[in-house]
T-cell receptor, first 115, second 112 residues
């Protein structure tokens, strides 16, 4: 079945530094990838949608200059949290889809802690 | 916000009992999906039901969809302790560009 690898699974960084999270589709080409954010005991909130080779589309209220998304190939999308602050601490999850008919596959998530 | 509501927020049952979770949403959908999330982990896709379907089964799972009421339910029969997790519905709403919008989730605890 479709597998999405997300790395790292957890990261601790100092306030003011940047962190990059990778999302790879291992056995299929992902035309679209989605990035979500999840606070403890809450639901997933979509941050942005990225299509290979084009700029990401951000949801209302998500700062595109703070959360940089790159989808340079059909198997890799990255989310960079720039100048991270403690309030950015959260669980970030990516998902990838080939086409809607094939469904969505989620990565295992990255827990970011900013200290 | 397009986010759907789920109820109950939390559900605690004994092993062997059935668990029912409900999801309501706000706009027209292409399909509705149910996912499971173990604590601090990624999501596992459980089942997808299309807007023109009313009921779907997969193993111990039964999903219903009522588009007139904009609601869906997930029934887990003969629950097991391993079913303990959070369950989310997610809608692919019409005109949403294939984005999934997640409900608020139900935390299920199955006790031995």
């Amino acid at each position: 079945g479709a597998v999405v690898s997300q790395h790292p699974s957890w990261v601790i960084c100092k306030s003011g530094t940047s962190v990059k999270i990778e999302c790879r589709s291992l056995d299929f080409q992902a035309t679209t990838m989605f990035w979500y954010r999840q606070f403890p005991k809450q639901s997933l909130m979509l941050m942005a949608t990225s299509n290979e080779g084009s700029k990401a589309t951000y949801e209302q209220g998500v700062e595109k200059d703070k959360f940089l998304i790159n989808h340079a190939s059909l198997t890799l999308s990255t989310l960079t949290v720039t100048s991270a602050h403690p309030e950015d601490s959260s669980f970030y999850i990516c998902s990838a889809t080939r086409t809607v008919n094939y469904g969505y596959t989620f990565g295992s998530g990255t827990r970011l802690t900013v200290v | 916000s397009q986010q759907g509501e789920e109820d109950p927020q939390a559900l605690s049952i004994q092993e062997g009992e059935n668990a029912t979770m409900n999801c309501s949403y706000k706009t027209s959908i292409n399909n509705l999906q149910w996912y499971r999330q173990n604590s601090g982990r990624g999501l596992v896709h459980l089942i997808l039901i299309r807007s023109n379907e009313r009921e779907k089964h997969s193993g111990r799972l039964r999903v219903t969809l009522d588009t007139s009421k904009k609601s869906s339910s997930l029934l887990i029969t003969a629950s097991r302790a391993a079913d303990t997790a959070s369950y989310f519905c997610a809608t692919d709403f019409t005109g949403g560009g294939n984005k999934l919008t997640f409900g608020t989730g139900t935390q299920l605890k199955v006790e031995l």
